[in-house]
């Protein structure tokens, strides 16, 4: 196995470097959700049943728009590695373009949200609440769309400590707001589950205004052009799509399999729906910093591919890959060891005593998240990397072949067909993280990604 430096391009300190503020920033969003879900379940069991389908339905449609315009970093990227810092600026506003359009999309889903929910066939119980918090995210959506496009701008440059303050902040606020507006604190009217929606759209507002506060800073427009590069450019908006649209689309995928996995487990009974929600959202502790690392791995592979140095990007992939290894073998022997630590937090307030029914389920499938964490990590670091190259289309595709043969479709048959119970319904879904994590293994050592490139004038072959 070849050895990796500490320092030096390609070297653990680089990426770490360039990681560090990303994971934080990932973590920052895990607390968010927590937070958020924490107040909920001290709420009512029928809130925390009802919002994270609901809250993954809406970023299961918002993703498609969101991964295409956050793929403003790959195109930043590989301009700042090629010297064309001046296209930098141009392309985020293609971005941004990108990410009205969203939103608009979006707001179309407002007046469906109660036939979806009915659709879906949930309890009664939860059935209003998933139909409110998911109409007023869907309203919301420009926020953290826009958002996603002019982060781009900063992390694409390895410029990384700015997005984690912002993102900080905006956790900060979105808590704030879950405090005053669920449980009514303050004067305050007690909103519940329309409370912490809306402290969630205060959050994604409050987080585009500094980002736009930042974005024109007036030595950016010299060197990146970010004033001067409003106009719409259609091919540059035309590569954007072509390759960022893919990228949405696999984001899309990955969510809305997560959500209809969520959702057929619904139909086994809202005890398993809960316990369900509760370790998802706990997993999200350890996926989302190694979504982190895999956001420094895109930024390093489009860099250095920019400057034509794909052997030091495949350095900074295996750098990466190590690192998540170790940091996922601490996580797992977490859940094995002290699921009852993780799940403690959730079993206070309001429903404390219904709660404490799924707590034995809870923590079993905590073991279940400690079986297929490291495919995860697999499947996280490598995608990064194609994705850093350009090699979004097969990225996309992959994911829609896996997800639908070995995890939509075996769910759907296991608990429609055979009446089987969570358990079964979590071993699928063990398996499809595997197939996930060895497929996008394969096809980074197929090496094809080393000649692709998104930007103008240096593509050395490949797409």
């Not at 050895?3 to 607390?31: D, M, Q």
């Not at 036939?115 to 309203?139: N, R, T």
């Not at 403690?344 to 809870?362: K, T, Y």
């Not at 499938?365 to 990397?385: E, T, W």
């Amino acid at each position: 196995m070849k050895k990796i430096p500490w320092k030096g391009p390609g070297g653990y300190r680089e990426l770490v470097n360039l990681s560090v503020p990303l994971i934080i920033t990932t973590a920052s969003w895990s607390i968010q959700q927590f937070v958020d879900r924490m107040f909920l379940s001290w709420y009512s069991a029928e809130a925390i049943a009802a919002v994270v389908p609901a809250g993954m339905l809406n970023f299961t449609i918002m993703s498609i728009f969101m991964g295409t315009c956050s793929y403003t970093t790959t195109f930043v990227a590989q301009y700042h590695g090629a010297g064309n810092n001046h296209r930098a600026g141009r392309a985020v506003w293609q971005g941004i373009y990108f990410s009205i359009a969203g939103a608009f999309v979006l707001l179309l889903f407002v007046p469906f949200s109660g036939p979806i929910f009915q659709l879906v066939g949930h309890d009664a119980s939860i059935m209003e609440y998933e139909s409110e918090y998911f109409s007023i995210l869907c309203a919301g959506s420009w926020g953290p769309l826009a958002s996603s496009a002019i982060a781009g701008f900063f992390s694409g440059r390895g410029v990384t400590w700015p997005v984690l303050w912002v993102n900080f902040t905006g956790m900060i606020i979105n808590i704030i707001f879950d405090y005053l507006l669920i449980f009514g604190n303050l004067g305050l009217p007690a909103l519940g589950v329309r409370g912490a929606a809306i402290a969630t759209v205060i959050a994604g507002f409050s987080v585009l205004l500094i980002y736009l506060v930042m974005f024109f800073y007036p030595p950016h427009e010299r060197a990146f052009c970010v004033r001067s590069g409003w106009r719409p450019e259609k091919r540059l908006l035309t590569r954007l799509i072509r390759f960022g649209f893919p990228a949405g689309l696999q984001f899309f995928l990955e969510m809305s399999t997560f959500t209809l996995f969520i959702l057929i487990l619904g139909r086994i009974g809202i005890m398993e729906l809960a316990a369900s929600n509760i370790v998802f959202n706990i997993n999200s502790i350890s996926f989302m910093p190694i979504l982190g690392l895999g956001m420094g791995i895109t930024i390093l592979t489009g860099q250095y591919l920019g400057k034509n140095l794909p052997g030091t990007a495949e350095q900074s992939v295996h750098a990466g890959f190590r690192m998540s290894f170790v940091y996922m073998i601490i996580t797992g022997l977490i859940y094995i060891l002290l699921p009852w630590l993780l799940v403690e937090p959730f079993m206070r307030g309001a429903d404390a005593e219904r709660l404490n029914e799924i707590r034995g389920m809870a923590e079993a499938l905590l073991r279940f998240v400690a079986l297929y964490s490291f495919f995860d990590a697999m499947s996280i670091i490598f995608s990064s990397a194609l994705k850093g190259a350009g090699d979004t289309l097969f990225v996309m595709k992959g994911v829609l072949f896996v997800a639908v043969f070995s995890l939509v479709i075996p769910t759907w048959a296991a608990v429609f067909y055979f009446e089987a119970g969570i358990y079964a319904c979590w071993w699928i879904l063990s398996l499809y993280a595997f197939l996930l994590g060895v497929m996008f293994y394969l096809r980074f050592r197929n090496g094809k990604w080393k000649g692709m490139r998104v930007i103008e004038g240096i593509r050395t072959g490949g797409m």
